[in-house]
Antibody, heavy 120, light 108 residues
Framework: QVQLVQSGAEVAKPGASVRVSCKTS????????IHWVRQAPGQGLEWVGW????????FYGHRFQGRVSVTRDTSVNTAYMDLSGLTPDDTAFYYC?????????????WGQGTLVTVSS | EIVLTQFPGTLSLSPGERATLSCRAS???????LAWYQQKPGQTPRLLIY???NRATGIPDRFSGSGSGTDFTLTISRLEPEDFAMYHC?????????FGQGTRLEIK
């Protein structure tokens, strides 16, 4: 079955960086985009960026440009999100999610989420 | 970027009633690539509708989506107790992708 399994919770200090991983299984990794979406406690969903796992092309949300990097390793069917210059406003659950390349469908499977807490 | 505005912010209804949720875009969404998600507390979002009007796999037919261009609607024809949740719209016709702020559907 399709699974996206994320790395565990992170606690970081302001100004630091964090890496969240997303290991996938149960489908052809390179047939789907991987998106990163975050949700602060009690708030709505905010799109961070995506990676085309086939071409490795990326696109990031405007407010994250310059401090986020999304990469993938096709040998282990895993995507990564690196976020730098952390502030307390970055405290949120970060989700990876897949979306079929070249299809009209939308995000259909999500990882379980990784809580990133930024605190001094 | 395309800004999505959902209304109402909160909708209070009773089981058995009809729910109508709206999502308005600041500009036309390419190919009507508008999706609706349901999210319950402590859970990840669940895809309900994609490309404005297509039900995702396993979604009951009481959920329907309509609209085009800048105005979209999610309708739940007859509310079941399990339908009370948060609903998000998302456009994926242009990058950056964007979400609306959500509509909370609560039991009256």
């Amino acid at each position: 079955q399709v699974q996206l399994v994320q790395s565990g919770a992170e606690v970081a200090k302001p100004g630091a960086s964090v890496r969240v991983s997303c290991k996938t299984s149960g489908y052809t990794f390179t047939a789907y985009y991987i998106h990163w979406v975050r949700q602060a406690p009690g708030q709505g969903l905010e799109w961070v960026g995506w990676i085309n796992t086939n071409s490795s092309g990326t696109f990031y949300g405007h407010r994250f440009q310059g401090r986020v990097s999304v990469t993938r390793d096709t040998s282990v069917n895993t995507a990564y999100m690196d976020l730098s210059g952390l502030t307390p406003d970055d405290t949120a659950f970060y989700y990876c999610a897949r979306d079929p390349i070249g299809s009209s469908s939308a995000i259909d499977y999500w990882g379980q989420g990784t809580l990133v807490t930024v605190s001094s | 970027e395309i800004v999505l505005t959902q209304f109402p912010g909160t909708l209070s209804l009773s089981p058995g009633e009809r729910a109508t949720l709206s999502c308005r875009a600041s500009q036309s969404i390419a190919s009507n690539y508008l999706a609706w998600y349901q999210q319950k507390p402590g859970q990840t979002p669940r895809l309900l509708i994609y490309a404005a009007s297509n039900r995702a796999t396993g979604i009951p037919d009481r959920f329907s989506g309509s609209g085009s261009g800048t105005d979209f609607t999610l309708t739940i024809s007859r509310l079941e107790p399990e339908d009370f949740a948060m609903y998000h719209c998302q456009q994926y016709g242009d990058s950056p992708l964007t979400f609306g702020q959500g509509t909370r559907l609560e039991i009256k």
